[in-house]
């Protein structure tokens, strides 16, 4: 059975940096190499938002707010997903989940998903 497990999250101050982490378990490593990963993350009371996504290929996407100052990588050998922050606002505040799905790009829904790891920015 697939299960991600995020973590480094935490408290940090406006300007600050954290590198998120979400391990794979139960995940074939060729599967996961050829899978679409992303990351997303929810605000309270706000919906849920995709924030970077990586392909098979190493294509990435991000959502606007995030643009140059986030990098989404992955290591394949690990079964690990990555997300650098910097640059970290106050409205970069949420729960941030990874996700998986094995398919060649990231244009559809996610079969797997994490149970999140808090992120708070203060000002």
């Known amino acids: 059975q697939v299960r991600l497990v995020e973590s480094g999250g935490g408290s940090v101050q406006a300007g600050g940096s954290l590198r998120l982490s979400c391990a794979a378990s139960?995940?074939?490593?060729?599967?996961?190499?050829?899978?679409?990963l992303g990351w997303f993350r929810q605000a309270p009371g706000k919906e849920r938002e995709g924030v970077a996504s990586i392909d098979m290929f190493g294509s990435t996407d991000y959502v606007d707010a995030v643009k140059g100052r986030f990098t989404i990588s992955k290591d394949n050998a690990k079964n690990t997903l990555y997300l650098q922050m910097s640059s970290l606002k106050p409205e970069d505040t949420a729960v941030y989940y990874c996700a998986a799905v094995v398919r060649t790009y990231c244009n559809g829904g996610f079969a797997y998903w994490g149970q999140g790891t808090q992120v708070t920015v203060s000002s």
């Open positions: 139960g995940y074939n490593t060729y599967a996961y190499s050829r899978s679409c």
